[in-house]
């Protein structure tokens, strides 16, 4: 089971980038990471994932090394809407069971 | 409108009582989750079911049951056995498709409280 360390809470201000690393250093060889990001009292929502090099769409960018320990999620231009906690998570092979396993998250605050 | 949905969002019940999550979807997903969650922690996962009529227990599937009689749906029922059921419940759902994806659709959510 590849465990995730993420820091546990981050600061910005708006219209900064921000960028939250996870650490996952048993990360297995089929392996995927995945970000989710979690609003008060509703469910996490997809916003990335990736297996190697670097992966954008319209929310973040994910940025992922060659020895793929650790993952850097890039949010561009924050603003206060993105205040929220992220999740860092690989998936879970050894089981096949192919469910999540959820840290504690990176809490983000930006502030105007 | 594709999407998860759980019932009620907010549930009160007294100690000792059962009580049954609702979770529905319309995605035509194999796979269905069930996690909670604690103040201020991570998600923790209760039980899983890849399939119709099968599912499997995750890490604190202790004083939970579960039923998987349609593709459609997955209750969550919360036992007297469940020592601490005061929590969030969230259900989920995904494609289990090829190679290692790991993208799941979440409900809003269910808060209960047991007193």
């Known amino acids: 089971l590849a465990k995730t360390t993420q820091p546990i809470s981050m600061d910005s201000y708006e219209g900064q980038e921000v960028n939250i690393t996870c650490s996952h250093n048993?990360?297995?060889?089929?392996?995927?990471i995945t970000w989710y990001q979690q609003f008060p009292s509703q469910g996490p929502r997809f916003i990335i994932q990736?297996?190697?090099t670097k992966v954008t769409n319209e929310v973040a960018s994910l940025f992922i090394p060659a020895d793929r320990k650790s993952s850097t999620l890039s949010l561009p231009r924050v603003s206060l809407s993105d205040t929220a906690v992220y999740y860092c998570?690989?998936?879970?092979?050894?089981?096949?069971?192919?469910?999540?396993?959820f840290g504690s998250g990176t809490r983000l605050q930006v502030q105007p | 409108d594709g999407g998860i949905t759980q019932s009620p969002k907010y549930l009160f019940r007294k100690e000792g009582q059962n009580v049954t999550l609702s979770c529905e979807q319309n995605?035509?997903?194999?796979?269905m989750y069930w996690y909670r969650q604690d103040p201020g922690q991570g998600l923790r996962l209760i039980y899983y079911?890849?399939?119709?009529?099968?599912?499997q227990k995750g890490d604190i599937a202790e004083g939970y049951s579960v039923s998987r009689e349609k593709k459609e749906s997955f209750p969550l029922t919360v036992t007297s056995a469940q020592k601490n059921p005061t929590a969030f419940y969230l259900c989920?759902?995904?494609?289990?498709?090829?190679?290692?994806?790991?993208?799941?659709?979440f409900g809003p959510g269910t808060r209960l409280t047991v007193t």
């Open positions: 048993n990360i297995a060889t089929n392996d995927y």
């Open positions: 995605l035509n997903h194999d796979a």
């Open positions: 990736g297996y190697k």
């Open positions: 998570l690989v998936g879970d092979i050894n089981t096949g069971r192919r469910a999540l396993t």
């Open positions: 989920a759902s995904s494609i289990p498709g090829a190679g290692q994806t790991y993208e799941q659709y």
């Open positions: 079911s890849q399939i119709v009529n099968d599912f």
